[in-house]
């Protein structure tokens, strides 16, 4: 299975920061990666796709890029609503996998 | 509007079994492969399985391969979860979710517990 690793784990920032989460793939992927929101209580929300595509309905300060091995999620101008854990996700093959989760906090 | 609603979890004892449930609204369900994904109390996602539209293709974590039977009847637009032989370790909110790359639609899930 292939093994994705977000980092940081978590991270505290205030609004109006710039955030960026990363994710490695334990193997390249192309562009077979997606990016989930979820807030406590909440089901995931999903993002990105394609790596870099912005999924309809979503604000355009979110933003993914990257290929292969190595992706990034960007959030331009942290609000107070997007404090949250963010999931990477790889299908290019199966099993799907997930990566472990970034925690956005309020500095 | 898309609605995914899952239904049929519960506390169950070690080895027991459980069914879940997820009907489906607004969309063309026999045109979407449609997936499991579960999350543990405080956890992660964790994907459990996937079902192609008419059922041919089909897969399973290696946690749930030999136990858990995924299904789906395309008439009622319902996804099924049979889940045998459960463990404490299948205790999660499981999540019926459409998509056969990216997961687009997400329900609010169904709690299973496996405690004695």
């Known amino acids: 299975a292939i093994q994705l690793t977000q980092s940081p784990s978590s991270l505290s920032a205030s609004v109006g920061d710039r955030v960026t989460i990363t994710c490695r793939t334990s193997e390249a992927i192309s562009s077979d990666l997606a990016w989930y929101q979820q807030k406590p209580g909440q089901p995931p929300k999903l993002l990105i796709y394609?790596?870099?595509s912005l999924q309809s309905g979503v604000p355009p300060r979110f933003s993914g890029s990257g290929s292969g091995t190595d992706f990034t999620l960007t959030i331009n101008y942290l609000l107070p609503e997007d404090l949250a854990t963010y999931y990477c996700?790889?299908?290019?093959?199966?099993?799907?996998?997930f990566g472990q989760g970034t925690r956005v906090e309020n500095k | 509007e898309v609605q995914l609603v899952e239904s049929g979890g519960g506390l169950v004892k070690p080895g027991e079994s459980l069914r879940l449930s997820c009907a489906a609204s607004g969309f063309t369900f026999s045109s979407y492969y449609m997936n499991w994904v579960r999350q543990a109390p405080g956890k992660g996602l964790e994907w459990v399985s996937f079902i192609s539209t008419s059922g041919s293709y089909i897969d399973y974590a290696d946690s749930v391969k030999g136990r858990f039977t995924i299904s789906r009847d395309n008439a009622k637009s319902s996804l099924y979860l049979q889940m045998n032989s459960l463990r404490a370790e299948d205790t999660a909110v499981y999540y019926c979710?459409?998509?056969?790359?990216?997961?687009?639609?997400w329900g609010l899930g169904t709690l299973v517990t496996v405690s004695s």
């Open positions: 979710v459409s998509g056969s790359y990216r997961l687009d639609h």
């Open positions: 394609d790596a870099s």
């Open positions: 996700q790889q299908f290019n093959s199966y099993p799907r996998t």
